[in-house]
């Protein structure tokens, strides 16, 4: 059945247009219950579970389905849901419009209360019809709503309703339930204090005239992870000197929680303030002890620098809300039989969150997930609920989930939607796969990667042609013949973005049959490939380079090692090893002219763990070694991903997807031209070639550790490289590899942004076909963001899993002394870097309950006195190592000062730090 609806619309240049809505109403849409006759055939499958609720509730003794209304939804369910996947689940909810529940719009009848009234009426019709199937089993559904005049219009229908508290306090067998229902609203589980610590925020058509009309600026807001009572907010599509304004006190933070997007208003200049340099964590008891918090904000201000003022702010009102579920553990109240508690989220960024439970005592030394339900005005700390116990502390499986969710790295097995898309084993390349594909598998194909790796995206091969040129082939995994656009399989494996590898496992982009099997270029395989393939002269100068679809077969896997040491061997003199030969010579003269040109050899510590083959504990800790074959298949990687850039660009100059990485500002230098000058040495920053010079001349003969200590100080002043859709940018060029164009095209089973390169390349080729999202510029930028946030998260995760297991290492390997150099000076600290480990720690010199040392601290050399001595950056100290475990919430490596010996500061390498265990000893004497 039609029904329509016509009504007149003025246009913006004065006149009027007739619309006409239409609405298509079904009469064959089935109820859902299994075993209804009256609607048989009239469904594809059961909507509804084959046996209703029979939970022991006081209130519905009877079997019964539940039908919430859409605020209970979005508010109880959506509450634990990133804000990236509401759309998606919304939509979801929408059903079908059936003939028997439609309900118009009824004159002055606004959308809320007609969708309310459309849900009672669902609900009525849904209990009439029960009663017709199933008389005998006294089925019916129940309303759940929490506005309660919806409540009370349902009951005066006939409809049995209760509010979502009513009915989940109702189920006896489940008390624990209750824990985790979402608060109502921001006022309805305030603090029992009256007392307003914050102001009002704005209306949102308020913000936004403010912001219109310059009164506020609105911008993202950015918790420090040092300072609890500062922030900073990124002014969105503002100028790149003046974005940032700061944020100090809680009053001018104003309830705003990190990565929320709120409106802030510029303070008068003579209330700016500097960033501040102490460190503050909240580490208060659960009671509200505001008049503490306004000491602590005069101690910011008292150490403020009158140099260092920068604009400054205070949030008026909150745009959006970026709340997300939240990784932590309960701090327990001292109040004996106290249901309400502090949590303390994993993330310093985040404040305390007040929750209700029963389950307090189970819940200790957990780490269990919370929800925000909201910030009334009158509380110190957001309300929230318990969601989700994940485990103990410290257990390997609870902490790598903690990290996972915390970085939101999707890690889900791959749903079976995802997964009927792949290819049905046994699989083998037929005749319509070599369409459109040169057969090369005689060539000389090998793979050269780091041990264990079972991943293998790219391999290599180099001989010599009939004229005395070489020919240079980079064979890359054509998983893009496996992954079609816009398919399930596509859909997840642009949603995760990046592979992700943590110390002990690998979150797969795609799912392992594609992965580690017929995408990976493992030997004596035939696999399908991309290849790039150039003729290149002895000197390593480009003649022709090709692209083309191909198969191969690889004739060896090997590790970095096991090449390096064919290529070393006098006696190996086979085709794979003349092959490798070849390349190792072609790849020393291509980095020697990329350097010449510009392009930065930056170093950054990476460390691998040896685990021990039962436990799976770290046994051992040490840096990578990196060969000449590393620097080999780089630079034909490089040089792959800046032929194939250059290529699409010049196919789809508006929509190539490129990588860029700009020009750090020169204000990021500072400190690496400073710790040069402290060792008599110049670094200049004006260009990347300059900047590359300086570092190769910056050499001491006597400190040969020097010059990789200035690369690493080098790397920290580095831009992040990005990627981007080239119609939507003007600046391409890739600072760090100072080259004008660049892409990745090398790594399609790890990386998603090499698939759509391999899509876009196979159409300049004529390998394939496109399709409308390919061409399509604002999807591809969009898409470009989540990328990038993608790989940033992947890059963070890894990081702590190295952190965490590195703390493990300690752990069992107890306190260790060791040589380590400065890499920066603090007011109260310095940071050292320890070469044996590749660890980065703090050495603190205030501590709490212990006399203040005089510090005296210089910014231009930068250098740090403490009594007598005097720290500049990159001097060599030795120090002692352990693990802090006294703060179970945030385990931490702690390192102590042992040389040079300053009284009352150093101390012995071999004396325990008691206070590292104080914790342990007092929980021993309580179970005693």
Known sequence: MLKSKTFLKKTRAGGVMKIVREHYLRDDIGCGAPGCAACDGAHEGPVLEPQPLD???????????????????????????????WASVASSLRLPGSLETYVEQEQGENAN??????????????????????AENNLQVIFITNDKKNKEKAIEEGIPAFTCEEYVKSLTANPELIDRLACLSEEGNEIESGRIIFSEHLPLSKLQQGIKSGTYLQGTFRASRENYLEATVWVHG???????????????????VHEDIVAVELLPKNQWVAPSSVVLHDEGQNEDDVEKEEERERILKTAANEKMLKPTGRVVGIIKRNWRPYCGMLSKSDIKESRRHLFTPADRRI????????????????????????????SRY???????????????????????LEHDVPHQPFSQAVLSFLPKMPWSITEKDMKNREDLRHLCVCSVDPPGCTDIDDALHCRELENGNLEVGVHIAD?????RPGNALDQESARRGTTVYLCEKRIDMVPELLSSNLCSLRCNVDRLAFSCIWEMNHNAEILKVRFTKSAINSKASLTYAEAQMRIDSAAMNDEITTSLRGLNKLAKILKKRRIEKGALTLSSPEVRFHMDSETHDPIDLQTKELRETNSMVEEFMLLANISVAKKIHEEFSEHALLRKHPAPPPSNYEILVKAAKSKNLEIKTDTAKSLADSLDRADSPTFPYLNTLLRILATRCMMQAVYFCSGMDNDFHHYGLASPIYTHFTSPIRRYADIIVHRLLAVAIGADCTYPELTDKHKLADLCKNLNFRHKMAQYAQRASVAFHTQLFFKSKGIVSEEAYILFVRKNAIVVLIPKYGLEGTVFFEEKDKPK??????????????????????????????????????QKIRMSLVEPQIPG????????????????????????
């Open 905 to 928: 500061i150093s101390i012995s390498a071999d004396t325990p730090n008691m206070d590292i265990d104080e914790p342990e000893r007092k929980k021993k004497k309580r179970e005693k």
């Open 55 to 85: 939970p022991a509730s006081s209130l519905c003794p009877r079997p019964h389905y539940l039908l919430p209304d859409t605020n209970v939804l979005l508010h109880q369910i959506l509450s634990v849901w990133r804000p990236g996947t």
């Open 238 to 256: 503002d100028t790149e000197d003046d974005k940032e304004i700061i944020l100090q006190g809680l009053k001018n933070l104003n309830r705003a």
């Open 853 to 890: 040392p005089r510090l005296i601290y210089d910014d231009e050399i930068p250098s740090l006195k403490i009594e007598d001595t005097v720290f500049h950056i990159f001097d060599k100290v030795k120090v002692k190592i352990m693990l802090d475990s006294s703060n179970l919430q945030h």
């Open 479 to 483: 998983v893009s013949h496996f992954i």
């Open 351 to 378: 404040p305390r969150i007040r929750i209700e439970t029963r389950q307090a005592s189970a819940l200790e030394g957990r780490r269990i997930i919370v929800a925000i339900d909201g910030w009334p005005r009158n």
């Open 382 to 404: 957001p309300n929230g609920h318990f969601v989700k116990n994940l485990g103990d502390v410290g257990d390997k499986e609870t902490e790598t989930e903690v990290l996972l």
């Open 113 to 134: 209360d007609r969708n309310d009234r459309a849900i009672r009426v669902a609900a009525k019709w849904y209990n009439e019809h029960l009663k017709k199937i199933s």
